[in-house]
């Protein structure tokens, strides 16, 4: 009688080693990144054109003191 517990014990132990290591490997592909369709080609960053930051607003702080400011350059 004890050595059927211990050897369903171990049964269920590597059951469950065997499926949790199938979940694991399963759910890391699925969280891959798919792979490329082919070559991109990419080109340098532009530089931000000469007088750029008098084209941007002052920030002014708000009631907290926090002062943040988004400015849009567009390039060609």
Not at 5 to 12: D, F, L, N, P
Not at 16 to 36: C, I
Not at 45 to 59: A, I, V
């Amino acid at each position: 009688m004890r050595r059927r517990v211990w050897r369903w014990a171990v049964a269920m132990w590597l059951g469950a080693v065997v499926v949790g290591g199938g979940l694991t490997l399963w759910l890391r592909e699925s969280e891959e990144p798919a792979p490329s369709a082919g070559w991109e080609r990419s080109s340098p960053t532009p530089s931000l054109p000469e007088g750029w930051r008098s084209q941007c607003p002052t920030p002014t702080p708000d009631a907290d003191g926090h002062a943040a400011v988004l400015c849009f350059i567009r390039t060609r």
